[in-house]
């Protein structure tokens, strides 16, 4: 998503449902963290803003607690502005003219419909790829298929951009499947891809290529250590997978005939769960790019808590605790 965040600008500028995005995550909180994601030029865009009347540094974020809600508004404003979005587009081009080129080198357009197969939660990778491609007259059908959609962006869903959660989906509530919420993180982590993460695409030898980001650096030395970590489960859901297709094409068991097991398996794993697995499964630590280095409020790192993110005195002599989760699961189910 970070390699299609800034391509997705190109025909449209910064929508403001792609701004409301960028300020979900609890670490983001200011325009400064949006130019990052999306690969912006604070300099060039200076001028805009102070047109509006804001800094870089207003606190836009909603998970802070300096949270200026009259600046917030201003650049809502600003996201109207068609000189904002005009220096948005020319600062993007780049990127989108790149990713459209790796695209057509690869055959995208030639397909009549494609599967985007993701972890979940946002779905912000279909929403960018359908911005990105959104002036091309040739594009496909795009049949999104997500571990887990709890659809909090208003992305547009139609006859040719359509998604659907597999182990849960908000619009069809599953109570067992929503536990998957409280182990976000770790699902990522395990399910990351065998390389660094792609920031954008260039030419390099006459052929588009991606640019993975650079593994020297502390966040690029944390990726390798987690996939390090999680190498051999890894291997063990490859391995799986090798004699789970025959076994399902063999039974002919659909995905709608497993839920009862998944649901079991959510339930006795994630929401009650032995303290050494939880020790041995949960994540040392969470790659997220989109995820900014500012501090969030108590308010917001408490909504993002879990069993799973309990320390090891808490599982151990505590028993009430699992129940205690369990119970505000529902709670927030029953919410929702």
């Known amino acids: 998503r970070m390699a299609l965040a800034s391509a997705a600008c190109g025909p449209q500028g910064l929508s403001p449902v792609n701004a409301q ?25 200076q001028p805009h803003l102070e047109r509006h009347q804001l800094s870089l540094d207003d606190a836009i974020g909603f998970n802070h607690d300096d949270y200026n809600q009259h600046a917030a508004q ?25 990713f459209i080129a790796y695209l057509k080198q690869e055959g995208f357009f030639e397909l009549d ?61 599953n109570f067992f499947g929503s536990l998957s919420n409280s182990i976000k993180p770790m699902l990522e982590e395990v399910c990351r891809a065998p390389h660094p993460t792609t920031m954008g695409y260039e030419s390099k030898q006459d ?6 980001r650079h593994t020297d650096d502390a966040t690029g030395q944390g990726e390798i250590k987690q996939s390090d970590y999680y190498a051999p489960l890894h291997q063990g859901i490859l391995d799986f997978a090798k004699r789970y297709g025959p ?65 090891d005195t808490q599982l151990r002599f505590n028993p009430l605790l699992r129940l205690k989760w369990f119970l505000s699961s529902t709670l927030k189910f029953l919410k929702h």
């Not at 960028?22 to 690969?39: E, H, M, Q, S, W």
């Not at 002036?135 to 795009?142: L, M, R």
């Not at 039974?251 to 006795?268: I, R, T, V």
Request: with cysteine; glycine share 4%.
């Open 21 to 45: 995005i960028a300020r979900f995550p609890a670490g983001n909180r200011d325009f400064k963290d949006i130019c990052r994601i999306f690969k912006l030029d604070t300099e060039g865009l």
């Open 74 to 98: 201003k650049f809502s404003q600003m996201l109207l502005d068609e000189q904002f979005q005009a220096e948005v587009k020319a600062q993007t081009s780049e990127n989108h003219a790149n």
């Open 113 to 173: 419909k494609i599967a985007l197969v993701d972890i979940g939660w946002l779905g912000t990778i279909q929403h960018y790829l359908s911005d990105a491609i959104e002036d091309q007259a040739n594009k496909p059908e795009i049949a999104g298929f997500m571990l887990g959609a709890i659809r909090m962006a208003p992305y547009r869903d139609t006859f040719d951009n359509h998604s659907e959660g597999l182990v849960f989906d908000a619009h069809r509530l």
């Open 207 to 212: 052929k588009m290529q991606p640019v993975f």
């Open 247 to 311: 076994a399902a094409r063999i039974y002919d068991y659909n995905s709608g005939e497993l839920k009862p097991w998944l649901n079991f398996m959510y339930l006795a794993k994630v929401a009650f769960p032995k303290s050494a697995e939880i020790k041995r499964i949960r994540h040392q630590a969470h790659q997220d790019d989109f995820f900014g280095a500012h501090k969030p409020s108590k308010k917001a790192v408490k909504f993002d808590s879990s069993l799973w993110t309990a320390n």
